[in-house]
């Protein structure tokens, strides 16, 4: 049974930096593909990064290039490194995991989703 939970949100200052996890179970990593949207209130889910299951190749989306970086371990981890965080970047981050492979960022293709964690942005 594939799950996943998310971790590492919080109340952060402009320009710190955070690091996401998303813990996965179903040995899923080398297979599917692994994205992470965030969805900010009263907005729409947006995709922001993704990692290929079997090339570990990696998308971002234009408005977080430079400042997000995707990572997964050799075991069942995906990081989401955020940097330079942003007001705008105020949101309930998720991870999904399609079982298509290859990376992509249309969330409805995501057949599995975590609950979500919370980052805030604020001075």
């Known amino acids: 049974q594939v799950q996943l939970v998310e971790s590492g949100g919080g109340l952060v200052q402009p320009g710190g930096s955070l690091r996401l996890s998303c813990a996965t179970t179903g040995n899923i990593l080398d297979f599917y593909a692994i994205g992470w949207f965030r969805q900010a209130p009263g907005k729409e889910r947006e995709g922001v990064s993704c990692?290929?299951?079997?090339?570990?190749?990696t998308y971002y989306a234009d408005s977080v290039k430079g400042r997000f970086t995707i990572s997964r371990d050799n075991a069942d981890t995906v990081y989401l490194q955020i940097d330079d965080l942003k007001p705008e970047d105020t949101a309930v981050y998720y991870c999904a995991a399609d079982p298509w492979s290859y990376c992509h960022l249309i969330a409805a293709e995501y057949d599995y989703w975590g609950q979500g964690t919370r980052v805030t942005v604020s001075s």
């Open positions: 990692i290929s299951g079997s090339n570990g190749g």
